[in-house]
C-alpha cells in the first residue's frame, strides 16, 4: 500500500511540474484545424442509426472543446450507443480534456469498475488500440463506458501518459490537438453482451473518425 501510494504521489509531482512547464513555455502553440468537421459523420453505420442530441450552453463554456458531436444510435433493438467526441484545436489556453473517470462521477454516476481493454482492427493504420472499460451504475441504470484520448495519431487510454505526449508534443511538433473519443451503453442484457456491442460498433465507427482528426 505504501510503495502504491508513493508511485502515485510522484507521478501526480511528475504531472504538475510538467503542467507547470507546459503552460509557462508552451502556451503559444497555435491551434490545429479538423479535416472534416464532426457533424459530417455518418449518421448511418452498418445497421445503427444516428441521432444527434446538443449540449448545454453552459456545458460548452466549461468544457471549452472546438467542435463535438453527441449522437445516439439505434438498431432498432432495445440497446442504444451514444458517442461524444469531443475535439480541441488547442489544449494551451486552459481548455483541455476532462476525463471522463472525473466527469462521470460528478454528474451522479457511481464507479463500479475499470480495466484497460485491447480492440483489434482487421484494416487501417491503428490495429491495436488499447481503451478504458469503465463500468458505472446510477440508481437502478447500470452504464457500459468505453473511452480513450485520440491525439495527434495516438489512441492513449492512460490520462496520465496523455498529458505527457501532450507536453512532448507542444515542445517537438508545436501541437496541442486532441481528441476525447466517448462510447456507451447501458448493460443489457449483461456486461459482456454490452461489451462486445461496443467493440463491433467501434471497430467500424474508428477508422471513420480517423479520417475527420488531423493527420499525426
Not at 102 to 121: A, D, M, Q, V, Y
Amino acid at each position: 500500500m505504501k510503495r502504491r501510494f508513493f508511485i502515485h504521489l510522484a507521478v501526480s509531482f511528475v504531472l504538475l511540474v510538467s503542467t507547470f512547464v507546459y503552460f509557462r513555455y508552451v502556451e503559444g502553440v497555435e491551434g490545429t484545424p479538423l479535416r472534416k468537421r464532426l457533424a459530417l459523420l455518418p449518421h448511418r453505420l452498418g445497421e445503427w442509426q444516428g441521432s444527434d442530441n446538443a449540449l448545454s450552453a453552459q456545458e460548452l463554456r466549461m468544457l471549452g472543446m472546438e467542435d463535438y458531436i453527441l449522437r445516439k444510435y439505434s438498431n432498432g433493438s432495445e440497446q442504444d450507443i451514444w458517442v461524444y467526441v469531443a475535439y480541441y484545436e488547442s489544449q494551451s489556453k486552459g481548455d483541455i480534456i476532462h476525463p471522463p473517470k472525473i466527469c462521470l462521477p460528478g454528474s451522479g454516476w457511481t464507479p463500479i469498475s475499470i480495466s484497460r481493454e485491447k480492440i483489434h482492427f482487421p484494416e487501417g493504420p491503428i490495429r491495436i488500440a488499447e481503451v478504458n472499460k469503465y463500468l458505472v451504475q446510477k440508481g437502478a441504470d447500470k452504464d457500459l463506458v468505453m473511452y480513450w484520448y485520440h491525439s495527434r495519431g495516438r489512441v492513449v487510454a492512460n490520462e496520465y501518459l496523455d498529458r505527457l505526449y501532450l507536453i512532448w508534443d507542444s515542445i517537438s511538433k508545436r501541437r496541442s490537438d486532441g481528441t476525447l473519443v466517448r462510447v456507451s451503453c447501458s448493460v443489457n442484457p449483461d456486461e459482456i453482451t454490452a461489451w462486445r456491442t461496443l467493440v463491433s460498433f467501434v471497430q467500424e465507427f474508428l477508422p471513420i473518425l480517423q479520417e475527420h482528426l488531423p493527420d499525426a
